[in-house]
Every structure is written in structure tokens, then in C-alpha cells.
């Protein structure tokens, strides 16, 4: 199904801007859309955003989860799996839901993100793309293969498809190349497709990679990386990574 209407992504305009006012378009369960958002949905194995959705009386309702429908594909030579425009819906907290009621088409609200949950998934975004290239580099059989990958705060995995296991001595050469990268505190940006602005590319050195998800300015923030590996069973390995030093960076947010 594809709508004739969109939310408009406000985090690839400004990927520090942690509110804005809008006006609600529909309101369908437990599920608001908004015509614009600062709030990222879950997507390219990225957990989505959580926040608020605030009257003008005061009244706040939270949101915890956000996610993209109604997209279609880009059409875009270099990114096959990505789908384009779409409406963003937030997930009412449930014991908020009974707010709902007060929210119809048009009414004027203001939606802010937690910036302490973004920046922090910011910093595992890029993390994963550390940890992807390194697998590349290492494995290359491996990211050819990839199954899934999962974003979280804290943490990040990939899982692949292998004839051969990761040995202890791959997982030590794929953590030294992700902490080189890291030491090397090289600058990471964004950039859009001219013509698709949710087509968007990750930059980093002299690695590109699809990506629409939000990311940190530099390698350095990430500090020290720890990979792991776990067995999901014949031809399936889960390669994991975790940065517990990372530097969270919320003072670069406003409204």
C-alpha cells in the first residue's frame, strides 16, 4: 500500500534537533502520526527512538516505540532493501492511552525524542559499521551471507550464515581493526541521494555504506570495542560487539 501523504523526517534535516511543533493526522489505536517528527522509527536494525507528545494545556503523552509504514522502494541504483517516504506512527505508552481521546486530526502538539536514548544509540550505529567493516576485511564469506543485525543501546550484533566457524584468532583480528578505527578518531558524516533524500550513505575514511540511520561525528566517541561470538547453530554465527566506554554526547541537542 502506498499513501498519498508522508511524515516529514526532521532528524535528516537536523540530527540534533530533539523537538518540534506539528499537528497530529491521525490517531489509530494505541498509534499516533504525526506530519512531522524528530522521532527515528525502528529500522536498518536500529531500536527506535522514544519520547513525548505534549498539548499546549501541558498534557504529556509518552511514546515508546516509533515505526515506518506505507513505504515503498527507493528505485535508486545502490540501495535494493530500503524503502522511501512513508508515515512515522508513535506508540502511546498504555497508561497514557486514555489521553488518546483528546487527540484528533489537526491538533497541535510538540513532539521531543530522549536525547540521552538517541545519542547513545548514535554511538552503536556507528559502532556497527566499525564492526561490519572489520568482519569484511576478516570474513568476507561471512558478510556475504549477512542474516540480520540488531542496534541497541550498549551493544550491537550481526548474524551470518558460514560454512566455517569464527575462530578465536578471526575475533581477534576483527576487534583490533574495529579498536584502529576507533583510535584513529576519524570523521564520520552523512549524505542524501540528490533526488531520494531518504537514500542515504554513511561516509567514514574511505568506506561508504548504505545507511539511513543516525550516527555520531566521530570514530573516537565510541572508545574501546569488545567483540563476541555465539553459536545459533549449524551455518549461523552471532558476532556482537559492546563499547562500554563510549562517550555519550547530549550538549550538541536543542530545540
Given at each position: 500500500?502506498?499513501?498519498n501523504?508522508?511524515?516529514?523526517?526532521?532528524?535528516?534535516?537536523?540530527?540534533?534537533?530533539?523537538?518540534?511543533?506539528?499537528?497530529?493526522?491521525?490517531?489509530?489505536?494505541?498509534?499516533?502520526?504525526?506530519?512531522?517528527?524528530v522521532a527515528y522509527p525502528e529500522g536498518g536494525g536500529q531500536d527506535s527512538d522514544h519520547g513525548t507528545i505534549a498539548f499546549h494545556d501541558g498534557t504529556v503523552l509518552r511514546f515508546i516505540h516509533a515505526?515506518?509504514?506505507?513505504?515503498?522502494?527507493?528505485?535508486?541504483?545502490?540501495?535494493?532493501?530500503?524503502?522511501?517516504?512513508?508515515?512515522?506512527?508513535?506508540?502511546?505508552?498504555?497508561?497514557?492511552?486514555?489521553?488518546?481521546a483528546c487527540l484528533v486530526p489537526e491538533t497541535h502538539?510538540?513532539?521531543?525524542?530522549d536525547v540521552t536514548r538517541r545519542a547513545a544509540l548514535s554511538v552503536s550505529h556507528s559502532a556497527s559499521h566499525l564492526l561490519y567493516l572489520a568482519v569484511g576485511l576478516h570474513r568476507p564469506d561471512a558478510v556475504a551471507d549477512t542474516l540480520g543485525c540488531h542496534i541497541k543501546i550498549g551493544g550491537t550484533r550481526f548474524d551470518f550464515g558460514v560454512d566455517q566457524r569464527?575462530?578465536?584468532e578471526d575475533l581477534g583480528k576483527i576487534q583490533e581493526t574495529a579498536n584502529?578505527?576507533?583510535?584513529?578518531?576519524?570523521a564520520i558524516h552523512l549524505s542524501a541521494h540528490p533526488d531520494v533524500p531518504d537514500?542515504?550513505?554513511?561516509?567514514?575514511?574511505?568506506?561508504?555504506?548504505?545507511?539511513?540511520?543516525t550516527h555520531i561525528e566521530r570514530t573516537g566517541l565510541i572508545g574501546e570495542i569488545t567483540v563476541r561470538r555465539k553459536s545459533l547453530g549449524i551455518g549461523k554465527e552471532?558476532?556482537?560487539?559492546?563499547?562500554?566506554?563510549?562517550?555519550?554526547?547530549?550538549?550538541?541537542?536543542?530545540?
Open positions: 500500500m502506498r499513501l501523504r508522508r511524515t516529514t523526517k526532521l532528524f535528516y534535516n537536523d540530527a540534533y534537533l530533539a523537538a518540534c511543533e506539528t499537528h497530529v493526522v491521525k490517531v489509530d489505536g494505541a498509534w499516533v502520526e504525526l506530519a512531522d517528527t515505526k515506518k509504514m506505507y513505504g515503498h522502494a527507493a528505485g535508486v541504483p545502490g540501495f535494493p532493501d530500503i524503502q522511501v517516504d512513508g508515515v512515522v506512527l508513535h506508540q502511546i505508552h498504555a497508561d497514557d492511552q486514555h489521553l488518546l502538539v510538540k513532539v521531543s525524542i569464527f575462530t578465536a584502529e578505527l576507533v583510535r584513529r578518531d576519524l537514500a542515504r550513505v554513511w561516509h567514514c575514511d574511505d568506506h561508504v555504506i548504505p545507511c539511513g540511520g552471532r558476532i556482537s560487539c559492546e563499547f562500554p566506554h563510549a562517550h555519550i554526547q547530549t550538549d550538541r541537542y536543542h530545540v
